[in-house]
């Protein structure tokens, strides 16, 4: 597969434009139950895909996406805990996507979470040159060409 004559392959991702929504600040509550909580939020308030800050003792950030069943859920940095001591008296920015189609599944190797669908009326394949000897290093800002191809 191509994508204006450049090869699509291990330097290659798709990027999907959206554009945000309502964004709110929520502040949880002594009791509330981290993540769970700020998934309720969601569901509360029609929220299907977000973007989420959490801030507090760890800086947290993760993804608000649906599952096939369509129930929002909270995808967190990998090392982010769900409950517990770090979301005491965090409070969190959700930034409402909208235009962008999720779906979040289990990865069957790792059993992690992950976004298995990330599209809208303008994806996109974007494409990265492997860099150059005299490019590489700390401190290498990494270029990338946009080459359209739209769903």
């Given at each position: 597969m191509k994508a204006s004559g450049?090869?699509?392959g291990r330097n290659a991702m798709k990027a999907s434009e959206g554009k945000l929504g309502r964004i709110f600040l929520v502040r949880l509550e002594p009791g509330d139950d981290g993540a769970q909580a700020i998934e309720s939020f969601a569901?509360?308030?029609g929220i299907h895909a977000a973007h989420v800050y959490i801030l507090g003792g760890q800086g947290m950030a993760g993804i608000i996406a649906p599952d096939r069943e369509g129930k929002p859920g909270l995808r967190l940095n990998s090392d982010a805990p769900r409950g517990g001591p770090a979301w005491e008296g965090a409070?969190?920015?959700v930034q409402e996507l909208l235009g962008i189609e999720l779906l979040r599944v289990k990865d069957p190797s790792s059993g992690r979470e992950t976004l298995a669908k990330v599209a809208s009326p303008k994806t996109r394949v974007m494409t990265r040159p492997a860099p150059q000897p005299e490019e590489s290093g700390p401190g290498t800002i990494p270029v990338y060409l946009f080459n359209a191809e739209f769903n």
């Open positions: 450049v090869p699509i569901a509360e308030n409070e969190a920015v």
